[in-house]
């Protein structure tokens, strides 16, 4: 049997939401979009929420809202999922790549030394479930007058100094994408704020932008959402912290039993709780155990091999080389975990990682 990198969620309650908001004969925008929304800004503590199509449409219009122009630089890590680059080259800024710290998230001095009179805002990213250095990423914002925009696509629940991500910044976004530690059986997003008028900047954003049924008051686009997902994601939403705990458990059990070996595990860092969206080590013999692995039918990963600074679509901004960034993704390799995986294949994965070090 095959061992999965993530397994998604799946059972009768899960159907049984489905089927209940096929019969509503509301499809889009209804009341399960609204309860989801209001119960989603609850658990991140904000006063808003934006369901959306995507957690790239989600990261879009929270730019386009902050007034993001042709010209502005965006500070953003470069090891990240390229939808993070994307949707602000999307919004016409300019992305300017910066270099990771030890918890594989954007690193602040780094930051810091990029800055520019032409810089306007900062993208953290809560890469594989661990919280940036909201603190230090806080300071800087405030020093140099830049709105944070953060990208919580892989970090729902996630908390820094006990207090959620998605509650730091101007503006965050959500992925719901399948292996998500949240997820509606599709592609999904949704932005919080406590903005008033960038929350209703973005729901019209995400709409044509209409101001009612007749009058576009701007040019957005369709990046609505639908009842059917929205039903899905609040049964999930309920179970969250839930599953955020099963994926803390299974790193533990991972952790203990790859103790030892000359591979580095993911750390926590003081004031992170981390919800290991995925469980990435890091070793020189990264492709040899993952042929390894894969032949005894364990999926394993890579996020990402190819850091965003070097990816051909941006080739023209000529990107300065970030070495940290460069050399681990030359050795990260993601293990699986989801709350849907059981301890008897998290040992299956451990004992095959020893065997693999041991020949
Ligand atoms: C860090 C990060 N940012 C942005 C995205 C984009 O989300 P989506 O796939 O929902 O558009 C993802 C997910 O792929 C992600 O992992």
Redesign the pocket.
Known sequence: MTIPLSRPPLDDEIKGAVLAAIDSRQYILGPECRGFEADFARYVGAQHAVLT???????WMALKAFGVKAGDEVLVPAH?????V??ICFAEATPVFLDVDDSYTLDPKDAAAKVTPRTVGIVP???YGHPANLTLIQELAARFGLWILE?????HGATWQGKKVGSFGRAA?????PS?NLTVMG???ILVTDDDEIAARCRRLRDHGRLNKDVHAEVGFNLRFNEIQAAVGRVLLRRLDQMNDRRRQLASRYAERLAGLPIALPSEQPGARHVY?LYVIRTDRRDALAAFLKARGIQTGI?YPVPCHRQPAVESLNAPSLPRTERIVREILTLPISAGHTEAEIDQVTAAVREFFSR
């Open positions: 199509s995507s957690g790239t449409a989600a990261l990240t999922a390229f939808p993070t994307e949707a990213v809560h890469i990208d919580c696509c892989q970090a976004a959500f992925s719901f994408y998500k592609d999904g997003g969206h996020h």
